[in-house]
């Protein structure tokens, strides 16, 4: 089955500073890779997606590249800003109505 | 994006009872939800997969006559934690498919078993 590895489990940036997280998948038929954002004691936000047939999509202050080869994708936060702050899990999904595989997740603290 | 919703949001009980909690997808129908639990500072372990009009599919090491899942309509799947014990105290998320493959989680219920 599939699995997910995320990269770093936390990291802590200075405010306006950019972010990365990273995350590779096993399964060559993992063909979609959402982002989830979650605030302490919330559910998880989704922030954006990206499926197989993109390399890169960007949706104001973030984005996601795909590499399919290398089965890695990442996540990049521009600028960030204290309310950035959350744990961001990345998932992939081999087909519609199976479960979401997540990783471990990534706690980012931005620093004011 | 779509909206789920989950109630209760959060639930206190005496060992031994029983607790339902209703997964509903309040603008969009979803054949296919799923039960996550969630420990303090962990990822989500995913327990079941609920299909409308048929049985759920629980992962390995889930209990299946613990953890009775029922979804009776395109709307509603309902987690049923029976004869609770302290274990069981944790922070329950269920989420719906939208579409053909995106996830929206409902707000979490936090049970604590006393």
């Known amino acids: 089955g599939e699995n997910v590895e995320q990269h770093p489990s936390t990291l802590s940036v200075q405010e306006g500073d950019s972010a990365v997280i990273k995350c590779t998948y096993s399964d060559s038929a993992s063909n979609y890779f959402p982002w989830y954002k979650q605030e302490l004691g919330k559910r998880p936000q989704l922030i954006i997606d990206?499926?197989?047939?993109?390399g890169e999509k960007k949706d104001q202050r973030i984005a996601v590249t795909l590499n399919k080869t290398a089965k890695h994708f990442s996540l990049h936060i521009t600028e960030t800003q204290p309310e950035d702050s959350a744990v961001y899990f990345c998932a992939a999904l081999a087909s519609g109505n199976t479960p979401l595989v997540f990783g471990k997740g990534t706690r980012l603290s931005v620093i004011a | 994006g779509a909206v789920v919703s989950q109630h209760p949001s959060r639930v206190i009980c005496k060992s031994g009872t029983s607790v339902k909690i209703e997964c509903r997808s309040l603008?969009?129908?979803?054949?296919?939800m799923f039960w996550y639990r969630q420990f303090p500072k962990k990822s989500l372990m995913l327990m079941a997969t609920?299909?409308?009009?048929?049985?759920?599919?629980?992962e390995q090491g889930v209990e299946k006559d613990k953890f009775l899942i029922n979804h009776a309509s395109l709307t509603l799947s309902t987690l049923t934690v029976t004869s609770a014990h302290p274990e069981d105290s944790s922070f329950y998320i269920c989420?719906?498919?939208?579409?053909?493959?995106?996830?929206?989680f409902g707000p979490g219920t936090r049970l604590l078993v006393l």
């Open positions: 990206i499926r197989s047939n993109v």
């Open positions: 609920s299909n409308e009009g048929s049985k759920a599919t629980y």
């Open positions: 989420s719906a498919i939208w579409g053909a493959e995106t996830q929206y």
């Open positions: 603008d969009f129908q979803a054949t296919t």
